[in-house]
């Protein structure tokens, strides 16, 4: 898979995901992260695990620049996100976080899922028309159809990933960033999640940093693990 061009990349073919000699602490804490690297493909699932406390959703948070690193820097191709806004981020990064109810704030599903894509009908990059017909697409792929004028805080664990999936996947970005997304599953939501991680990747060419405690999972649907160093007993 290695070397595939991501379809999905706006204006990155062929990319992979870099953070570069990352270090950061939190606080006068001691630092969570110390020149870190790490690669991620595109058109790949990567795993990253560690144990608790060992700075994975920190390393998530710092990818999507809601954390500043001490040094280091997260590249996306050639191109240096440092110079992005959030939202300029989170159009070519999609992040669903380890609670996604966290990330849900509209009214109705189809709200949800039209929200990113009309702030980019606002800016000009994309057509009131086009947002439509891809808001469509996203509620019929994550089959939420049924779901489009319901309360997303009132669907189940399951459905909820799935709209905050939607609502990502939407924006038609590079990368894929899940933190512990089996954490609230079951057997059968995580067989759904799997099989929808691998039309992800088949269809979009989304390269997918998957966080992760589960083993099982990690060796059923990553291509490849990077386990971070730290972390463990004394955190
Ligand atoms: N907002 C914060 N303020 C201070 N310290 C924090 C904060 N968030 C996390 N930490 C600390 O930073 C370290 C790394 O936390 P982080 O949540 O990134 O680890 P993790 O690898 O995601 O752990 P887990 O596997 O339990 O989710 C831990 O020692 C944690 O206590
Ligand atoms: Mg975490």
Redesign the pocket.
Known sequence: MSGRVCSAAPGADGISLRAENISFH??A?KP?LEDFSADFACGEITALT????????????IIMGILVPDSGSVKLGKEDLAGLSLAERGARIGYVM?EPSRQLFSATTAEEIRFGLDNKVKKGLMTAEEARARAEDAMKNFELEKYRDAFPLSLSAGERQRVVLAAVMALRPSFLIL??PTSSLDKKRKSALYETLLRIKEENGCGTIL?T?DRAFAALAADREIV?PG?GRN?
């Open positions: 939190y606080g804490g969570v560690g144990k608790n406390g060992c700075g994975k959703t920190t390393l998530a948070r380890q933190d512990e966080i405690h971070m972390g955190v």
